[in-house]
């Protein structure tokens, strides 16, 4: 298997959580301590400064701001290091980013495929091979997700309140699965030949990476998988497929052409 990694924009985007998260820190500190304020500056007169003025006769405003501007920040810086830092995972001794994590689970195919990571602007992290193409959804938390029908939630825990800033969120992966087949599908009738891409069968499943999930599922919307069933679902859907080889070739050369800063890889 050939691994397609924008390395670059991972690590950008890593970096951009971890300041947006220092920057919420930051903002929650400072809202903390103009809380102090009133007992440093009793009145306007006992201040020092016209600084330390403006502080004493405004601090309630800088307090209520800091703490929803500080929980955006932390928000999303967040939602961005769950995607895109190192971790530890659980019940593995290895330190991986989450696309590192989804190409381990697919280790062993053969060179007829071809993981897109982050490198194509139509979809995240994109699997091309026999089974036509896969857009996987990762969620990278733990606890319990479930899946009924069309809805997807976490039900409420004691755990998640200590956790709300360190949480990435189930959200609607059936939804983000069907805008990425959508964009690919209008891309790939950008393709000029003889052959129409667009035939190609796209398909989707949402991967949950963290072993310590718990899936309760009743027909959900979407394939949703552990990170050991991925190839035995690929597998199954490359039975189903059978893409012709001047098809798979076709389209490979296609994305593998449009792909932005690329580091190849074999597996």
């Known amino acids: 298997m050939k691994v397609y990694r924008n390395l670059p924009e991972i690590q950008r985007k890593e970096r951009l959580g971890r300041r947006f998260s220092l920057t919420?820190?930051?903002?929650?500190?400072?809202?903390?301590?103009?809380?102090?304020?009133?007992?440093?500056?009793?009145?306007?007169?006992?201040?020092?400064?016209?600084?330390?003025r403006t502080l004493q006769l405004y601090w309630p405003y800088f307090s209520f701001f800091a703490?929803?501007?500080?929980?955006?920040?932390?928000?999303?810086?967040?939602?961005?290091?769950?995607?895109?830092?190192?971790?530890?995972?659980?019940?593995?001794?290895?330190?991986?980013r989450p696309d590192e994590v989804l190409?381990?689970?697919?280790?062993?195919?053969?060179?007829?495929?071809?993981?897109?990571?982050?490198?194509?602007?139509?979809?995240?992290?994109v699997l091309v091979g026999p089974c036509g193409i896969l857009t996987f959804a990762t969620r990278s938390d733990k606890g319990r997700v479930q899946a009924h029908g069309d809805k997807w939630r976490e039900p409420f825990s004691i755990g998640r309140i200590f956790t709300v800033f360190a949480r990435e969120g189930v959200g609607n992966p059936r939804q983000e699965i069907e805008e990425q087949a959508n964009k690919l599908r209008q891309f790939l009738g950008q393709?000029?030949?003889?052959?129409?891409?667009?035939?190609?069968?796209?398909?989707?499943?949402?991967?949950?990476?963290?072993?310590?999930?718990?899936l309760?599922?009743?027909?959900?919307?979407a394939a949703a998988l552990r990170s050991d069933q991925v190839?035995?679902?690929?597998?199954?859907?490359?039975?189903?497929?059978k893409l012709q080889t001047s098809m798979l070739r076709a389209v490979t050369r296609y994305l593998e052409e449009h792909s932005k800063y690329t580091t190849v890889e074999d597996e």
């Open 67 to 96: 703490l929803p501007a500080g929980f955006v920040c932390a928000s999303i810086g967040s939602y961005y290091i769950n995607r895109f830092a190192r971790r530890r995972w659980p019940g593995r001794k290895l330190i991986e």
């Open 103 to 125: 190409e381990r689970t697919l280790k062993g195919l053969d060179d007829k495929y071809a993981l897109f990571l982050w490198s194509l602007p139509q979809a995240s992290q």
């Open 191 to 214: 393709y000029e030949s003889e052959a129409a891409l667009t035939d190609i069968p796209i398909d989707g499943a949402v991967v949950f990476l963290n072993d310590e999930v718990e």
């Open 24 to 52: 919420g820190l930051a903002i929650l500190f400072l809202g903390m301590m103009s809380s102090f304020i009133p007992n440093w500056y009793p009145t306007p007169e006992s201040a020092t400064t016209e600084l330390a």
């Open 231 to 241: 190839k035995t679902f690929v597998r199954e859907k490359a039975r189903q497929v």
């Open 216 to 221: 309760d599922l009743q027909n959900p919307s």
